[in-house]
């Protein structure tokens, strides 16, 4: 059996095992909880040896499968492709999973798409039903046989609370000088449980490790697979200008006198926009920034290493692997710089409405009146989830969504009359941003908000097209407080259906 | 003028003066900002002297109107009547100010329809502007110049807090017992600041009085105008059969081992359902009830006088007539047992996050993926708003959504199958209830809910149109994550404009 001097407590050392006998405790009807977070720190050895006993034709299985976020092409993609999986939660990103979701594999999957900042209690208030194995990738086991964790932490502590049997994935690809830079904290449950008493990005509240009782653990599993990063995500001209709207929309903000980004924490999702806020944010004047985030992209690396950023905090080091190896190269400069957190804490409602975070999440339709898609294309097919997003939107001081003004080469217009799927309501969307410019959707009225959504955030070829919406329906409602008209309502979609672009050209002008 | 032994802070004697005159403080182009809550606790004499000056033709003057909820008819109807209020937030269930943020009316209002839990932050944090005038009714004024609030809290001490003046109201048919009945905390604003230390219902964690500098206090009014409450909702078979439903869902869920309602709090809105549902409590084994809430209902004193509920907490005290009543005349039993908060603590996401609160909502209209519209008709007029659902169904432990599953003697379905309007999205309904029975949609992917719903909730004599409405939208998107067909969505709402019906009986059977 492969050994490894990462396992420093004696006891455990009966428990270590091949990945391919781990995965046969993995039976059919299971539900099997995972480590990792969008995708780093997900097992990856286990997966794989599941995967190829079901390949193989040796085994045939069927399971659930409960994770931090999205997992690796090690698990959600291999699981997928050969059926393994029959019900999933909370997020997924997989190319395989999403086809199965969406009716486009022989072998349906359930998928149930949840705030990740509710999952881990949810699960602990029985929702999910019973966690037959957790399956966490760890850098080290300790000598009093606490687990390090790897590059996330997610749900980790609370599917070793909740399983009955706990299968540890040692990686060592993974540097063991992630020790320490953990924070793992308990919230507890209701009836009765305390203040989470964080109150500062930087603060540490728990402990760096994963606590479990050593009969639980089942197996030990040393294994050498790589961590397979997200590509670096490439600037273009348009997220530069996204980023360079979001930046204007924060200066201006500070000159108001308001809290600003130099004095709140800073929420930054994932991506090629993302990416470039951070980057804008470099060459910003804002300095002392902070970030109390669910993901740490190379941005964040890049505005710690220029001393804009003092501190940041997630529950998921999601780096390029450039960024990665740049952390892991230096690793003792950025450690008192940045804490992984349970996504629990992470995405905590508590927290983020205690810190002020202001958020900058991305949309995939806004539609008139602020409400935003961010999950269904043409409101049927999920690509990936609604992720934290809810979280963030719903407590943040200022809640900001951005997105491109057009996708497709301009044929479909990113503002639209009516969103096709709603995951966060105009009560939620403080500042809308696009390249075009911002709309500063705070204290306006629905007809207000769209005024100024169709002037600054649209692309110039639709906003004759979504004027002539918005008028139309003020003349068919008298100016209702909300002005559709249900039967156009999804207009712009149903010519790209028919079409193949959400415009129609009339006189040389676009009407859609 | 007018004195009243309830003025007990001598320096404030000077401060006196008529309702007349307190309101010709009051100018055009400013923000006023008020006490009160659904309607409780509204300022009265000094709006409605104002109305006076307008309807006289000796003033004329638009404003903009902030405060904790709704208000009585003496201010949003008297106000929206005579063309005062520009521009309302963050709630109103005004009929006269209804119409005129739908267009009914010569003078348009913009009104936004906010978070009630968030709408003090976001006036401290300035994005209502500057607040000029903050009229607010008491019970007294103490010796040291501490106001003693009436039957609602709301907002009431941010609006001191950012008025330039402040005027108060003593209404002397307000009972001077409610004193000590309140618990005001200011929760300060970030970037620092400390957890709200609340861990049940019943704990104080401020003080009983609403603290204002004296020289702020520009008027005090005094007054005998009567509070008029909300007539009792009164209870039919439908909304009966829902509260039977909730309450066997609730003894299931207790059952079941998980956290049940005898130990976390509830919260239950306000209306017929809801009193029905807490009429249902009284009746079901469940004891040692609690209540965290927004507004208190008659069924609650039932509770607590028949030894059911221990505690109730909430921002106002939104009782019929007969229940001020009987408060009011065995005051000092329920002292131990009610406590009035800010609306920022009673709707505090990160309090009802911690105490697990089960939340019992209201929908106007749910879809077949259990996403829900609790605000505008047609997604196009706005009934009253969001109100503070939105903070208890994204933080509560569990959140039940209700309605009865037909309106209008069966010609509309609540069961649509697509929402017009999304004030909350499937990821924050754990539970929808009909008279039908209810659906637990925890853990199911949308195809699930849909026959869930359809099944358990939906109206008989509409489930074979949902069906046929699923069964399209699944062909048509083979499968997708969530099957609509865009041009049929609003099918069921098409019929109605066009038919006056949702329903279009073909051979015997309702197909829509």
Redesign the interface.
């Known amino acids: 059996m492969a050994y490894s001097d990462r396992l420093r407590c004696e006891e455990l050392k009966d428990r270590l095992m091949s990945a391919d006998a781990a995965a046969a405790l993995i039976d059919s009807g299971m539900t099997v909880a995972v480590s990792g977070f969008t995708p780093a720190g997900c097992p990856k050895a286990v997966p794989l040896a599941l995967a190829e006993q079901v390949r193989s034709g040796k085994r045939k299985l069927r399971l659930t499968l409960l994770s931090g976020a999205s997992t690796g092409e090690e698990l959600d993609n291999a699981w997928a492709e050969c059926g393994i999986i029959a019900?999933r939660?909370p997020y997924m990103t997989s190319k395989a999973l999403r086809a199965a979701?969406?009716?486009?594999a022989e072998e349906?999957i359930?998928?149930?798409?949840?705030?990740l900042g509710e999952f881990a209690?949810?699960a602990r208030?029985?929702?999910?039903?019973k966690i037959d194995v957790a399956l966490i990738e760890a850098a080290a086991i300790t000598e009093e046989g606490d687990i390090v964790p790897t590059t996330a932490l997610g749900c980790s502590q609370t599917w070793i609370d909740l399983a009955e049997r706990v299968i540890v994935e040692l990686n060592e690809t993974q540097p063991a000088a992630l020790e320490g830079f953990h924070d793992v904290f308990r919230v507890g449950?209701?009836?009765?449980?305390?203040?989470?008493?964080l109150?500062?990005p930087g603060q540490r509240i728990g402990r760096p490790y994963l606590s479990c009782p050593k009969e639980k653990i089942a197996a030990v599993v040393v294994c050498a697979c790589e961590e397979k990063p997200r590509p670096f995500p490439p600037a273009d001209a348009v997220s530069e200008a996204i980023a360079r709207n979001i930046v204007r929309f924060l200066l201006l903000e500070k000159d108001?006198?308001?809290?600003s980004a130099d004095?709140?924490?800073l929420q930054s999702g994932v991506g090629a926009v993302a990416n470039a806020v951070l980057i804008g944010l470099k060459d910003s004047p804002l300095e002392h920034l902070s970030f109390y985030s669910e993901v740490m992209q190379d941005g964040i690396l890049d505005l710690i290493d220029a001393g804009k950023a003092d501190f940041a905090s997630a529950t998921s080091l999601s780096l390029s692997r450039a960024g990665l190896e740049r952390l892991f190269a230096d690793i003792e400069r950025y450690r008192g710089k940045l804490v992984l957190r349970d996504s629990e804490i992470s995405n905590?409602?508590?927290v983020i409405?205690?810190?002020?975070v202001i958020a900058m999440n991305t949309a995939v339709e806004a539609d008139l009146y602020g409400?935003v898609n961010s999950s269904?294309m043409?409101?049927?097919?999920?690509y990936n989830g609604?992720g934290g997003s809810?979280d963030y939107a719903?407590?943040a001081?200022i809640s900001i969504f951005m997105t491109p003004s057009v996708a497709k080469g301009g044929k479909i217009s990113c503002i639209v009359p009516?969103v096709?799927?709603?995951?966060?309501?105009?009560?939620d969307v403080?500042v809308l941003v696009t390249e075009q410019g911002w709309a500063d959707l705070?204290?306006?009225?629905p007809?207000?908000r769209a005024r100024l959504i169709i002037e600054n955030c649209a692309h110039p070829d639709y906003r004759a097209a979504l004027r002539a919406y918005f008028d139309e329906?003020?003349a068919a409602?008298?100016?209702?407080?909300?002005?559709?008209i249900?039967?156009e309502?999804?207009r712009f979609?149903?010519n790209l259906?028919r079409e193949g672009s959400m415009r129609r050209e009339t006189k040389g002008e676009t009407l859609c």
Chains 1, 2 share one sequence.
Not at 378 to 382: E, S
Request: include cysteine; charged fraction near 20%.
């Open positions: 019900r939660a979701v969406n009716g486009g349906e359930a998928y149930t798409d949840v705030h209690q949810n208030c029985g929702f999910n039903g449950d209701p009836p009765r449980r305390e203040p989470i008493p109150t500062a108001s006198g308001r809290l004095r709140v924490p905590s409602a508590e409405r205690r810190l002020g409400n269904q043409n409101g049927t097919t999920v609604i809810g719903r407590s001081l009516m096709t799927h709603v995951d966060h309501s105009e009560h403080d705070r204290g306006l009225s007809k207000e329906a003020c409602t008298h100016g209702a407080q909300t002005p559709h249900l039967s309502s999804f979609h149903e259906a």
